[in-house]
C-alpha cells in the first residue's frame, strides 16, 4: 500500500488468508477481485450457494469488490452449478431472495 498498490488480483482462495473477507478485514481499502472457489462448481447446488453467501454480502456491503470465480473454471465444473452461481450472484448484488438451491433450472450435465 506505501508503493501505491490498490488493488489485488486474482485472489488464490488456495492460500491461506488470501480471501476476499479476510483481505478486506486487513486493507479496507483495497481494491479486489476473484475469490469465489471455483471448486465449488463440481460440488453441489448448496456448495455454490454457500460459497457466494459466504463472501459477497460483506464484501458488497464495503465496496471495492468484483465477485468472480478465482482463475479458470475447471474441467469438473458442473455448467448447471455455474448458471446457478450467476443467478445466486445476481440476486445477492439486486439486493433479492436468493434462488434455492433445491430448484433446478438445468440438467445435471
Known sequence: MEAGVNGFSPMEIQASGMGPVELRKKYPHLL?????D?????????AVCDEVLSKVPF????????????????????FANYVYYWEVLKAVAEGRPVPAPSVRSFSQR
Open 59 to 78: 464484501m458488497i456491503e464495503r465496496g471495492g469488490y468484483i465477485p468472480i470465480m478465482d482463475h479458470q473454471i475447471p474441467p469438473d465444473a458442473l
Open 32 to 36: 479486489l477481485y476473484g475469490g469465489i
Open 38 to 46: 471455483k471448486r465449488v462448481l463440481a460440488r453441489d447446488r448448496q
